[in-house]
């Protein structure tokens, strides 16, 4: 069983902020992985968006996704991996 927990934002904190709960919710997603707390992951699963719809949120909000160093060596390897494969394709 999957555990979870409710915040309870009450409407007149919504209402003052002009915001939507979803809206609440992405801009919290947007901001827990801006500042490192949440991978990207997670933070579309909090806000309830694919990819794209969250890449697209993070834009509006100025935040872009962080590559970092092992996540380029992971592609790279990942990239070595399929390139003898792509090789063979081509030949055909």
């Known amino acids: 069983m999957i555990a979870t927990s ?8 919504l209402a003052s902020a002009g915001m939507s709960e979803d809206e609440m919710r ?4 947007v901001h827990l992985y801006a500042t490192g707390r949440l991978s990207m992951g997670k933070a579309r ?13 993070m834009k509006k909000r100025n935040v872009y996704h962080s590559y970092d160093v092992e996540e380029f060596k992971k592609d790279l390897e990942t990239l070595e991996r399929i390139r ?3 090789n063979d394709d ?3």
């Open 90 to 92: 081509r030949s055909q």
């Open 45 to 57: 699963e909090l806000a309830g968006l694919d990819v794209i719809s969250f890449q697209k949120e």
């Open 6 to 13: 409710d915040l309870v934002v009450p409407k007149e904190f």
């Open 26 to 29: 992405i801009d919290l997603a």
């Open 84 to 86: 003898p494969k792509m």
